[in-house]
């Protein structure tokens, strides 16, 4: 259990395919319900106008690679001088584009979690659906997979900057990939990252095979009927890798669940 991650599903044909194909689908941040989540947002609070000139240098290195390093400070300086990076609309367009990258990569969330009352009914059709319990050390080594951390503000420029200059901006972006409010802190969340063809007229170039071999269990929830059960079981057919299956159940006492050997 301590290395497991989980993921939440209803019964359908589309968790019933994927289920049977070993297929996650990593979707675009963009089709995300949270409208702060993996948006470039930052708080200026205790910015400088060296960060924006650090910021600003990093941009040309990154869109402008032919200029030499003299010219991307010339340009630097006209930006600071003009007063462009006081300018909430450039601001804006510029942390815009960040959002933009974002939206082209693809994700999968999970969590640590696999009794949270909320998650099986936010997730799972109001517990009438199942949980998969992935073997995290096996995921790690096919995808990039990273903790979630929640926190109440947004990060700031200067945090943002500072990343900057010590990676590139793939690891750049994981400031707000892996950062959400802690409003949603009892999710627990891990995600795997995948940079797919992210063409919304091929969302199935999104689908991409996990490991047979790192599915390790199934979790039935508490309402699931057992035509659904048989379903998720048929899906599962000729797999070579055993399959622990759980029940879960309402406990006696509190409001939580019972986690149960099937």
């Given at each position: 259990?301590?290395?497991?991650?989980y993921?939440?599903?209803?019964?359908?044909s589309r968790?019933?395919e994927?289920?049977?194909?070993?297929?996650?689908?990593?979707?675009?941040p963009?089709?995300?319900?949270d409208?702060?989540?993996?948006?470039?947002?930052f708080?200026?609070e205790?910015?400088?106008d060296d960060?924006?000139r650090?910021?600003f240098?990093?941009?040309?290195?990154?869109n402008?690679p032919?200029?030499s390093?003299?010219?991307?400070?010339?340009?630097?300086?006209?930006?600071i001088?003009n007063g462009?990076h006081?300018?909430?609309?450039?601001?804006?367009?510029?942390?815009k584009k960040?959002?933009?990258?974002?939206?082209e990569?693809?994700?999968?969330c999970?969590s640590?979690?696999?009794?949270?009352?909320?998650?099986?009914?936010?997730?799972?059709?109001?517990?009438k659906?199942f949980c998969?319990?992935?073997?995290?050390?096996?995921?790690?080594t096919y995808?990039r997979?990273?903790?979630?951390?929640?926190?109440q503000?947004?990060?700031t420029?200067?945090?943002?900057?500072?990343?900057?200059?010590?990676?590139d901006?793939t690891?750049l972006?994981?400031l707000?990939?892996?950062?959400?409010?802690?409003?949603w802190?009892y999710?627990?969340?891990?995600?795997?990252?995948?940079?797919?063809?992210?063409?919304?007229d091929?969302?199935?170039k999104r689908?991409?095979?996990?490991p047979?071999e790192?599915?390790?269990?199934?979790?039935?929830g508490?309402?699931?009927?057992e035509?659904?059960?048989?379903?998720?079981?048929?899906?599962?057919t000729?797999?070579?890798?055993?399959i622990?299956?759980?029940?879960?159940?309402k406990?006696d006492?509190a409001y939580s669940?019972?986690?149960?050997?099937a």
């Amino acid at each position: 259990m301590q290395n497991s991650l989980y993921r939440y599903r209803a019964v359908d044909s589309r968790s019933l395919e994927n289920l049977r194909n070993n297929l996650f689908y990593f979707s675009s941040p963009a089709t995300f319900n949270d409208p702060f989540d993996c948006k470039s947002l930052f708080t200026l609070e205790g910015s400088s106008d060296d960060d924006w000139r650090l910021f600003f240098n990093r941009s040309l290195e990154d869109n402008e690679p032919q200029f030499s390093k003299e010219q991307r400070l010339k340009k630097v300086e006209q930006h600071i001088q003009n007063g462009i990076h006081r300018d909430k609309k450039i601001q804006a367009e510029e942390f815009k584009k960040l959002t933009l990258a974002a939206n082209e990569l693809g994700i999968v969330c999970l969590s640590q979690n696999r009794d949270n009352i909320l998650m099986w009914s936010h997730y799972a059709n109001k517990h009438k659906g199942f949980c998969l319990e992935f073997d995290k050390s096996i995921l790690e080594t096919y995808f990039r997979c990273s903790k979630v951390h929640y926190k109440q503000k947004y990060p700031t420029f200067k945090e943002f900057v500072a990343l900057s200059c010590k990676t590139d901006i793939t690891e750049l972006r994981n400031l707000f990939l892996f950062t959400k409010s802690k409003d949603w802190e009892y999710e627990k969340e891990f995600r795997l990252i995948s940079e797919p063809d992210s063409r919304t007229d091929k969302p199935w170039k999104r689908k991409i095979e996990y490991p047979e071999e790192s599915l390790v269990g199934i979790i039935w929830g508490c309402r699931m009927t057992e035509k659904d059960k048989e379903k998720v079981r048929n899906a599962l057919t000729g797999k070579s890798t055993p399959i622990s299956y759980y029940q879960a159940k309402k406990s006696d006492r509190a409001y939580s669940l019972k986690i149960e050997k099937a």
